[in-house]
Protein backbone atom coordinates (compact mmCIF):
# COMPACT_ATOMS: atom_id res chain seq x y z
CA UNK A 1 0.00 0.00 0.00
CA UNK A 2 1.48 3.41 -0.87
CA UNK A 3 0.16 6.17 0.75
CA UNK A 4 1.10 9.37 -0.60
CA UNK A 5 0.91 13.12 0.11
CA UNK A 6 1.07 16.08 -2.26
CA UNK A 7 2.90 19.10 -0.54
CA UNK A 8 2.78 22.42 -2.02
CA UNK A 9 -0.08 22.64 -4.85
CA UNK A 10 -3.04 24.23 -5.56
CA UNK A 11 -6.45 22.10 -6.16
CA UNK A 12 -9.30 22.98 -8.47
CA UNK A 13 -11.61 20.46 -7.09
CA UNK A 14 -14.36 20.89 -9.45
CA UNK A 15 -16.57 21.35 -6.41
CA UNK A 16 -19.37 23.29 -5.92
CA UNK A 17 -20.69 25.22 -9.47
CA UNK A 18 -17.17 26.56 -10.30
CA UNK A 19 -13.33 25.32 -10.45
CA UNK A 20 -13.51 24.49 -6.33
CA UNK A 21 -10.27 26.67 -5.87
CA UNK A 22 -8.40 25.65 -2.90
CA UNK A 23 -4.97 27.32 -2.29
CA UNK A 24 -2.70 26.59 0.35
CA UNK A 25 -3.25 22.76 0.63
CA UNK A 26 -2.14 19.56 1.09
CA UNK A 27 -3.47 15.98 -0.34
CA UNK A 28 -3.17 12.37 0.78
CA UNK A 29 -3.98 9.48 -0.94
CA UNK A 30 -3.68 5.70 -0.04
CA UNK A 31 -3.52 3.66 -3.37
CA UNK A 32 -6.87 3.66 -4.42
CA UNK A 33 -8.58 6.68 -3.42
CA UNK A 34 -7.80 10.51 -1.85
CA UNK A 35 -7.66 10.11 2.09
CA UNK A 36 -7.51 13.76 2.94
CA UNK A 37 -7.80 17.35 2.02
CA UNK A 38 -6.52 20.34 4.38
CA UNK A 39 -3.72 22.42 5.36
CA UNK A 40 0.02 20.98 5.55
CA UNK A 41 0.10 21.75 9.06
CA UNK A 42 -2.59 19.66 9.72
CA UNK A 43 -1.94 16.67 7.49
CA UNK A 44 -2.71 13.38 9.59
CA UNK A 45 0.56 11.56 10.62
CA UNK A 46 1.79 8.49 8.07
CA UNK A 47 4.01 7.12 6.27
CA UNK A 48 4.05 8.74 2.92
CA UNK A 49 5.78 8.83 -0.22
CA UNK A 50 5.85 12.82 -0.48
CA UNK A 51 5.57 14.77 -3.45
CA UNK A 52 6.41 18.52 -3.90
CA UNK A 53 3.93 20.09 -6.26
CA UNK A 54 6.04 23.03 -6.54
CA UNK A 55 3.10 25.30 -6.22
CA UNK A 56 1.49 23.40 -9.77
CA UNK A 57 -2.26 23.26 -9.91
CA UNK A 58 -4.06 19.48 -8.96
CA UNK A 59 -7.02 18.94 -11.13
CA UNK A 60 -9.19 15.94 -10.77
CA UNK A 61 -8.24 13.00 -13.75
CA UNK A 62 -9.78 14.28 -17.69
CA UNK A 63 -12.48 11.94 -18.22
CA UNK A 64 -12.72 11.62 -21.82
CA UNK A 65 -16.61 10.41 -22.00
CA UNK A 66 -17.51 9.73 -25.56
CA UNK A 67 -15.04 8.05 -28.26
CA UNK A 68 -14.86 4.90 -30.47
CA UNK A 69 -11.28 4.51 -30.36
CA UNK A 70 -11.17 1.16 -31.41
CA UNK A 71 -11.44 0.88 -35.21
CA UNK A 72 -9.41 -0.11 -38.66
CA UNK A 73 -9.37 1.80 -41.91
CA UNK A 74 -9.25 5.22 -42.67
CA UNK A 75 -11.34 7.66 -44.28
CA UNK A 76 -9.67 10.17 -46.26
CA UNK A 77 -11.15 9.69 -49.53
CA UNK A 78 -14.50 10.87 -47.39
CA UNK A 79 -12.49 13.75 -46.11
CA UNK A 80 -11.88 14.82 -49.89
CA UNK A 81 -15.29 14.67 -51.26
CA UNK A 82 -16.78 16.02 -48.12
CA UNK A 83 -14.24 18.79 -48.97
CA UNK A 84 -16.18 19.16 -52.58
CA UNK A 85 -19.11 19.27 -51.30
CA UNK A 86 -20.36 15.97 -50.36
CA UNK A 87 -23.10 15.99 -47.27
CA UNK A 88 -21.87 13.12 -44.40
CA UNK A 89 -25.36 11.94 -44.90
CA UNK A 90 -24.93 11.50 -48.28
CA UNK A 91 -22.15 9.54 -48.03
CA UNK A 92 -23.56 7.16 -45.79
CA UNK A 93 -26.77 6.91 -48.12
CA UNK A 94 -24.46 5.56 -50.63
CA UNK A 95 -23.10 2.62 -48.47
CA UNK A 96 -19.60 4.63 -47.09
CA UNK A 97 -19.23 6.42 -43.83
CA UNK A 98 -19.94 4.25 -40.75
CA UNK A 99 -19.99 1.30 -42.85
CA UNK A 100 -17.31 1.58 -44.56
CA UNK A 101 -14.98 1.61 -41.10
CA UNK A 102 -17.44 -1.48 -40.36
CA UNK A 103 -15.99 -3.46 -43.15
CA UNK A 104 -12.29 -2.72 -42.36
CA UNK A 105 -12.93 -3.37 -38.67
CA UNK A 106 -14.61 -6.49 -39.42
CA UNK A 107 -11.26 -7.93 -41.44
CA UNK A 108 -8.72 -6.52 -38.72
CA UNK A 109 -7.49 -8.81 -35.88
CA UNK A 110 -8.76 -7.84 -31.89
CA UNK A 111 -5.09 -7.27 -31.42
CA UNK A 112 -4.43 -5.17 -34.23
CA UNK A 113 -7.66 -3.65 -32.97
CA UNK A 114 -6.12 -2.97 -29.63
CA UNK A 115 -2.61 -2.11 -30.71
CA UNK A 116 -3.95 0.90 -32.84
CA UNK A 117 -6.24 1.88 -30.43
CA UNK A 118 -3.14 1.90 -27.44
CA UNK A 119 -1.18 4.21 -29.90
CA UNK A 120 -4.31 6.38 -29.85
CA UNK A 121 -4.73 6.42 -26.00
CA UNK A 122 -1.35 7.20 -25.91
CA UNK A 123 -1.75 10.41 -27.49
CA UNK A 124 -4.55 11.22 -25.60
CA UNK A 125 -2.99 10.92 -21.95
CA UNK A 126 0.25 12.68 -23.49
CA UNK A 127 -1.64 15.31 -24.29
CA UNK A 128 -4.59 15.72 -21.41
CA UNK A 129 -3.72 13.13 -19.24
CA UNK A 130 -7.30 11.45 -19.90
CA UNK A 131 -7.19 9.14 -17.05
CA UNK A 132 -10.89 7.42 -17.52
CA UNK A 133 -12.64 6.90 -20.84
CA UNK A 134 -15.75 5.79 -22.48
CA UNK A 135 -15.15 3.37 -25.71
CA UNK A 136 -18.19 2.53 -27.49
CA UNK A 137 -18.41 -0.51 -29.90
CA UNK A 138 -20.63 0.44 -33.43
CA UNK A 139 -18.24 -0.61 -36.14
CA UNK A 140 -18.86 -4.50 -36.08
CA UNK A 141 -22.76 -4.86 -36.38
CA UNK A 142 -23.08 -8.23 -35.51
CA UNK A 143 -22.51 -10.62 -32.13
CA UNK A 144 -18.61 -11.53 -33.06
CA UNK A 145 -17.38 -8.38 -34.30
CA UNK A 146 -18.70 -6.12 -31.56
CA UNK A 147 -17.43 -8.42 -28.81
CA UNK A 148 -13.98 -8.50 -30.62
CA UNK A 149 -14.02 -4.51 -30.37
CA UNK A 150 -15.81 -5.14 -26.39
CA UNK A 151 -12.49 -7.17 -25.40
CA UNK A 152 -9.83 -5.13 -27.17
CA UNK A 153 -11.54 -1.84 -25.65
CA UNK A 154 -11.14 -3.72 -22.23
CA UNK A 155 -7.22 -4.70 -23.52
CA UNK A 156 -6.26 -1.23 -24.06
CA UNK A 157 -7.59 -0.06 -20.86
CA UNK A 158 -5.47 -2.53 -19.06
CA UNK A 159 -2.50 -1.83 -21.39
CA UNK A 160 -1.91 1.75 -20.71
CA UNK A 161 -3.44 2.04 -16.80
CA UNK A 162 -6.44 3.75 -18.13
CA UNK A 163 -10.00 3.29 -16.72
CA UNK A 164 -12.22 2.22 -19.45
CA UNK A 165 -16.10 2.30 -19.82
CA UNK A 166 -17.69 0.49 -22.59
CA UNK A 167 -20.93 1.12 -24.43
CA UNK A 168 -22.64 -1.12 -26.71
CA UNK A 169 -23.36 0.63 -30.00
CA UNK A 170 -24.62 -2.50 -31.96
CA UNK A 171 -27.92 0.54 -33.09
CA UNK A 172 -25.24 2.79 -34.98
CA UNK A 173 -26.31 1.93 -38.62
CA UNK A 174 -28.05 -1.10 -40.06
CA UNK A 175 -25.47 -3.44 -41.03
CA UNK A 176 -25.51 -5.30 -44.97
CA UNK A 177 -26.63 -8.24 -43.87
CA UNK A 178 -29.87 -6.97 -42.76
CA UNK A 179 -30.01 -3.91 -45.60
CA UNK A 180 -33.31 -3.05 -46.54
CA UNK A 181 -35.17 -4.43 -42.50
CA UNK A 182 -33.61 -2.18 -39.88
CA UNK A 183 -36.90 -2.97 -37.73
CA UNK A 184 -34.82 -6.93 -37.75
CA UNK A 185 -31.66 -6.27 -36.76
CA UNK A 186 -32.73 -4.52 -33.81
CA UNK A 187 -34.97 -7.39 -33.33
CA UNK A 188 -31.61 -9.74 -33.27
CA UNK A 189 -29.89 -6.76 -31.17
CA UNK A 190 -32.82 -7.38 -28.67
CA UNK A 191 -33.64 -11.09 -28.70
CA UNK A 192 -29.78 -12.46 -29.38
CA UNK A 193 -26.68 -10.08 -29.31
CA UNK A 194 -27.84 -7.89 -26.32
CA UNK A 195 -28.42 -9.84 -24.06
CA UNK A 196 -25.47 -12.43 -24.81
CA UNK A 197 -22.93 -9.32 -24.39
CA UNK A 198 -24.57 -8.61 -21.14
CA UNK A 199 -24.04 -11.97 -19.72
CA UNK A 200 -20.24 -12.07 -20.97
CA UNK A 201 -20.20 -8.82 -19.02
CA UNK A 202 -18.51 -6.77 -22.20
CA UNK A 203 -20.67 -3.47 -21.63
CA UNK A 204 -21.65 -0.91 -19.23
CA UNK A 205 -24.35 0.62 -21.07
CA UNK A 206 -26.42 0.44 -24.22
CA UNK A 207 -26.34 3.31 -26.84
CA UNK A 208 -27.49 4.32 -30.57
CA UNK A 209 -27.61 6.50 -33.14
CA UNK A 210 -30.96 7.87 -32.99
CA UNK A 211 -30.94 10.12 -36.53
CA UNK A 212 -32.32 10.00 -39.90
CA UNK A 213 -29.17 7.95 -41.25
CA UNK A 214 -29.34 5.83 -38.17
CA UNK A 215 -32.59 3.99 -36.33
CA UNK A 216 -35.96 6.03 -35.35
CA UNK A 217 -37.38 7.05 -32.33
CA UNK A 218 -39.67 4.13 -32.53
CA UNK A 219 -36.71 1.54 -32.99
CA UNK A 220 -34.62 2.91 -30.78
CA UNK A 221 -36.91 3.54 -27.99
CA UNK A 222 -37.77 -0.43 -28.24
CA UNK A 223 -33.94 -1.28 -28.14
CA UNK A 224 -33.81 1.09 -24.84
CA UNK A 225 -36.96 -0.76 -23.40
CA UNK A 226 -34.49 -3.97 -23.65
CA UNK A 227 -31.44 -3.14 -21.96
CA UNK A 228 -33.40 -0.98 -19.16
CA UNK A 229 -35.23 -4.72 -18.69
CA UNK A 230 -31.66 -5.91 -18.44
CA UNK A 231 -30.38 -3.52 -16.08
CA UNK A 232 -28.61 -1.62 -18.22
CA UNK A 233 -27.82 2.03 -18.23
CA UNK A 234 -28.80 4.07 -21.55
CA UNK A 235 -27.06 6.85 -23.39
CA UNK A 236 -27.64 8.03 -26.85
CA UNK A 237 -26.23 9.91 -29.95
CA UNK A 238 -28.87 12.44 -30.41
CA UNK A 239 -30.01 15.08 -32.72
CA UNK A 240 -26.70 15.25 -34.46
CA UNK A 241 -28.23 16.00 -37.86
CA UNK A 242 -31.26 16.70 -37.55
CA UNK A 243 -33.96 17.13 -34.80
CA UNK A 244 -36.14 13.82 -34.64
CA UNK A 245 -36.63 14.54 -30.28
CA UNK A 246 -33.87 11.89 -29.96
CA UNK A 247 -32.62 13.82 -26.42
CA UNK A 248 -35.55 13.65 -25.03
CA UNK A 249 -36.29 10.51 -25.29
CA UNK A 250 -33.24 9.49 -23.60
CA UNK A 251 -33.84 11.81 -20.63
CA UNK A 252 -37.65 10.32 -20.41
CA UNK A 253 -36.48 6.60 -19.76
CA UNK A 254 -33.73 8.06 -17.81
CA UNK A 255 -30.73 7.98 -19.89
CA UNK A 256 -27.38 9.39 -18.64
CA UNK A 257 -26.74 11.50 -21.36
CA UNK A 258 -27.27 12.93 -25.03
CA UNK A 259 -24.68 12.98 -26.91
CA UNK A 260 -24.19 15.52 -29.74
CA UNK A 261 -27.46 17.54 -28.99
CA UNK A 262 -26.77 20.49 -31.99
CA UNK A 263 -30.43 20.45 -33.16
CA UNK A 264 -32.01 19.81 -29.52
CA UNK A 265 -35.00 21.32 -29.15
CA UNK A 266 -35.75 23.59 -26.10
CA UNK A 267 -38.69 21.07 -24.87
CA UNK A 268 -35.95 18.16 -25.00
CA UNK A 269 -34.12 20.62 -23.22
CA UNK A 270 -36.95 20.11 -20.49
CA UNK A 271 -36.98 16.64 -19.97
CA UNK A 272 -33.19 16.17 -20.29
CA UNK A 273 -33.58 19.38 -16.91
CA UNK A 274 -36.75 16.99 -15.66
CA UNK A 275 -34.62 13.61 -15.64
CA UNK A 276 -30.67 15.17 -14.56
CA UNK A 277 -29.67 13.73 -18.17
CA UNK A 278 -26.14 15.43 -19.40
CA UNK A 279 -25.65 17.08 -22.52
CA UNK A 280 -22.44 15.98 -24.16
CA UNK A 281 -20.87 18.64 -26.61
CA UNK A 282 -18.74 17.45 -29.47
CA UNK A 283 -17.53 19.93 -30.77
CA UNK A 284 -14.76 17.77 -33.30
CA UNK A 285 -17.24 16.55 -35.05
CA UNK A 286 -19.70 19.50 -35.32
CA UNK A 287 -16.28 21.65 -36.69
CA UNK A 288 -15.09 18.33 -39.24
CA UNK A 289 -18.41 18.26 -40.56
CA UNK A 290 -18.58 22.00 -41.10
CA UNK A 291 -21.73 21.58 -39.18
CA UNK A 292 -23.29 25.33 -38.91
CA UNK A 293 -26.30 24.78 -36.04
CA UNK A 294 -24.73 25.06 -32.84
CA UNK A 295 -26.23 23.19 -29.50
CA UNK A 296 -28.76 25.23 -27.58
CA UNK A 297 -26.16 26.10 -24.96
CA UNK A 298 -27.93 28.98 -23.80
CA UNK A 299 -30.85 26.93 -23.01
CA UNK A 300 -28.72 24.73 -21.24
CA UNK A 301 -27.52 26.90 -18.53
CA UNK A 302 -31.30 28.49 -18.46
CA UNK A 303 -32.59 25.60 -17.06
CA UNK A 304 -29.25 23.79 -15.41
CA UNK A 305 -28.59 20.81 -17.81
CA UNK A 306 -25.14 19.55 -16.99
CA UNK A 307 -22.84 20.09 -19.82
CA UNK A 308 -19.91 17.66 -21.18
CA UNK A 309 -16.92 17.93 -23.19
CA UNK A 310 -15.45 14.51 -25.03
CA UNK A 311 -13.62 14.69 -28.56
CA UNK A 312 -15.97 11.68 -30.34
CA UNK A 313 -12.79 10.26 -31.46
CA UNK A 314 -13.46 8.12 -34.49
CA UNK A 315 -12.51 8.13 -37.96
CA UNK A 316 -15.00 10.10 -40.03
CA UNK A 317 -16.54 12.54 -37.83
CA UNK A 318 -13.73 13.45 -35.47
CA UNK A 319 -9.99 12.37 -36.08
CA UNK A 320 -8.54 14.02 -33.03
CA UNK A 321 -6.79 12.72 -29.49
CA UNK A 322 -7.19 15.91 -27.92
CA UNK A 323 -9.41 16.39 -25.34
CA UNK A 324 -7.60 19.84 -24.96
CA UNK A 325 -8.74 20.74 -28.70
CA UNK A 326 -12.60 19.77 -27.88
CA UNK A 327 -12.03 21.87 -24.59
CA UNK A 328 -10.89 24.86 -26.80
CA UNK A 329 -13.30 24.22 -29.21
CA UNK A 330 -16.04 23.97 -26.80
CA UNK A 331 -15.24 27.49 -25.95
CA UNK A 332 -14.20 29.03 -29.01
CA UNK A 333 -17.16 27.37 -31.53
CA UNK A 334 -19.95 27.21 -28.56
CA UNK A 335 -19.24 30.00 -26.34
CA UNK A 336 -18.39 28.01 -23.08
CA UNK A 337 -16.26 29.67 -20.39
CA UNK A 338 -13.08 27.30 -19.87
CA UNK A 339 -14.30 26.80 -15.97
CA UNK A 340 -17.01 25.47 -18.17
CA UNK A 341 -15.31 23.12 -20.77
CA UNK A 342 -12.85 21.73 -17.12
CA UNK A 343 -16.39 20.69 -15.59
CA UNK A 344 -17.50 19.24 -18.97
CA UNK A 345 -14.26 17.12 -18.89
CA UNK A 346 -14.40 16.23 -15.01
CA UNK A 347 -17.79 16.38 -12.76
CA UNK A 348 -19.92 16.59 -15.79
CA UNK A 349 -18.13 13.59 -17.79
CA UNK A 350 -18.21 11.52 -14.58
CA UNK A 351 -22.17 12.07 -14.47
CA UNK A 352 -22.32 11.25 -18.24
CA UNK A 353 -20.75 8.03 -17.14
CA UNK A 354 -22.97 7.46 -14.50
CA UNK A 355 -19.48 7.43 -12.32
CA UNK A 356 -19.79 11.17 -10.00
CA UNK A 357 -19.66 9.03 -6.62
CA UNK A 358 -16.02 7.59 -8.31
CA UNK A 359 -14.41 10.25 -9.84
CA UNK A 360 -14.84 14.06 -11.57
CA UNK A 361 -13.51 16.00 -7.97
CA UNK A 362 -10.91 15.77 -5.47
CA UNK A 363 -12.87 14.76 -2.50
CA UNK A 364 -12.15 12.31 0.34
CA UNK A 365 -13.32 8.77 -0.64
CA UNK A 366 -12.98 9.64 -4.51
CA UNK A 367 -10.75 7.53 -6.21
CA UNK A 368 -6.96 9.87 -6.50
CA UNK A 369 -6.91 10.35 -10.20
CA UNK A 370 -5.66 13.56 -10.50
CA UNK A 371 -3.11 15.57 -13.14
CA UNK A 372 -0.78 18.30 -11.62
CA UNK A 373 -0.27 20.80 -13.91
CA UNK A 374 2.28 23.36 -14.72
CA UNK A 375 0.33 26.61 -15.41
CA UNK A 376 -0.41 29.44 -13.60
CA UNK A 377 -4.46 28.97 -14.00
CA UNK A 378 -6.32 26.10 -14.82
CA UNK A 379 -7.63 28.09 -17.79
CA UNK A 380 -4.37 27.92 -19.41
CA UNK A 381 -5.00 24.17 -20.12
CA UNK A 382 -8.26 24.87 -22.58
CA UNK A 383 -6.22 27.82 -24.28
CA UNK A 384 -2.82 27.03 -24.74
CA UNK A 385 -2.95 24.10 -27.27
CA UNK A 386 1.05 23.63 -27.90
CA UNK A 387 1.98 20.21 -26.37
CA UNK A 388 1.73 20.39 -22.02
CA UNK A 389 4.62 18.10 -21.73
CA UNK A 390 4.46 19.70 -18.01
CA UNK A 391 2.04 17.02 -16.32
CA UNK A 392 2.51 14.39 -14.28
CA UNK A 393 -0.62 12.22 -13.93
CA UNK A 394 -1.93 9.73 -11.04
CA UNK A 395 -4.39 7.11 -11.32
CA UNK A 396 -4.84 5.70 -8.20
CA UNK A 397 -0.92 3.87 -7.26
CA UNK A 398 0.05 4.18 -10.73
CA UNK A 399 1.89 7.16 -11.83
CA UNK A 400 0.76 7.61 -15.20
CA UNK A 401 2.78 10.65 -17.27
CA UNK A 402 3.72 11.23 -20.73
O1 LIG B 1 -20.38 10.15 -32.98
N1 LIG B 1 -22.83 9.95 -35.05
C1 LIG B 1 -22.56 8.78 -35.17
N2 LIG B 1 -21.42 8.19 -34.82
C2 LIG B 1 -20.13 8.80 -34.84
C3 LIG B 1 -19.57 8.88 -36.19
C4 LIG B 1 -19.34 7.58 -36.76
C5 LIG B 1 -18.67 7.58 -38.08
O2 LIG B 1 -18.94 8.41 -38.96
O3 LIG B 1 -17.86 6.66 -38.22
C6 LIG B 1 -20.17 10.15 -34.18
O4 LIG B 1 -19.98 11.20 -34.79
FE1 LIG C 1 -20.08 9.27 -31.34
Known amino acids: MANRSFINVKLATMTGTGLGVVTNQAMTTDDKKI ?52 SYKQIAEEGGGILSTVKATREASESKLSISASIRLILMRRDSGVSTIDIKSGYGLDFENEAKILRAAADVGEEEGVRVRRGYLAAHTCPPE ?14 EDLPRIVEEGLVDYVDAFCENVGFTPEQTRRLFLAAKHLGMPIRLHADQLSDLGGAGLVAEMGGLSADHVEYTSPASVARMREHGTVAVLLPTAFYYLQETQKPPIAEFRRQGVPMAVATDHNPGTSPFTSLR ?3 NMACVLFGLTPTEALRGVTINAAKAMGLQKEIGTLEVG ?10 EHPRDIVLELAEMGQHRTFIGEKENSP
Open 35 to 86: TWIGPESEMPPGNYIEIDGKGNWVLPGFIDCHTHLVYAGNRADEFEARLEGK
Open 178 to 191: FKSNPDAYIDQIIN
Open 325 to 327: LAM
Open 366 to 375: KAADFTLWDV
